[in-house]
């Protein structure tokens, strides 16, 4: 898989545009709260406008783009996040445009841990969309980039203790491998939204060349004309 991103990030418009857009999304609680809407009303915007960005992203041709849903509650199966979340991967399953736009979509995170119809859903898609490999669509779901990288050294700490290899052969790219983005090229571009101007640790162990736009729009009135502003940020810098 690796070889065929890094093949598509050679296209020939790569020079300017970003091989990897990592975006945060926020402020869809405090868009329900400022439009006097219900947080159903809110996510069922939100997750409209997260369809969108895989229109966006095939009309831009980026190869690899990750979604950061930066709302913790997901572990109440009842809860109106969890059920939109549900409904929303259960209807990108089978979706047409990404059938024929061949998007592959993954999830990165304890996502496993989420309540059983979430993980259901999850590997619904998962499963659906493995062997498509034009695109590449990556959900943060039970997300935490500090948590990413305490994981990675549990993985090596492990291939130590069993004699596998010695601590002094420990370096970046090992850890890399053990991340949970070990497949994917580091983002090259992350979007923040919302009114809180802080990364929330996205990619963390990534994002260390990453171009950061803080876009300050609330995710539900995101445009296809803030998705632009911010390639035209990525390639003005």
Sequence with gaps: MLDKILKLSKSKDSKIKPKHIA?????????????????????????????QLFVYQVESNIPIMTIYLNINRLTNSDSELSQSLVKFLNDIRNDD???????????LGKWYD??????????????????YD????????????????VDACKLIARRVQANKISPVDINKGMIKENVYSSYYL???????TGNKFVTGGILLWDSVNAK???????????????FNKSLTFFEDR
Aim: charged share 25%; aromatic share 12%.
């Design 23 to 51: 975006i945060s999304i926020g402020g869809i609680i405090k868009w329900a709260e400022k439009e006097k809407k219900t947080l159903n009303e809110a996510l069922n915007i939100a997750f409209k406008n997260i369809y």
């Design 97 to 107: 445009f990404i059938q024929k736009s061949k998007v592959k979509i993954s999830v």
């Design 114 to 131: 989420l309540p059983g119809e979430l993980v259901e859903s999850i590997r619904g898609v998962i499963d659906e969309t493995k062997d």
């Design 134 to 149: 034009s695109f590449f669509f990556n959900f943060c779901l039970n997300y935490d980039g500090q948590e990413e990288i």
């Design 186 to 192: 580091p983002p090259d571009l992350i979007i923040i």
């Design 212 to 226: 950061i736009n803080f876009v300050n729009v609330l995710w539900p009135n995101f445009k296809k004309e803030d």
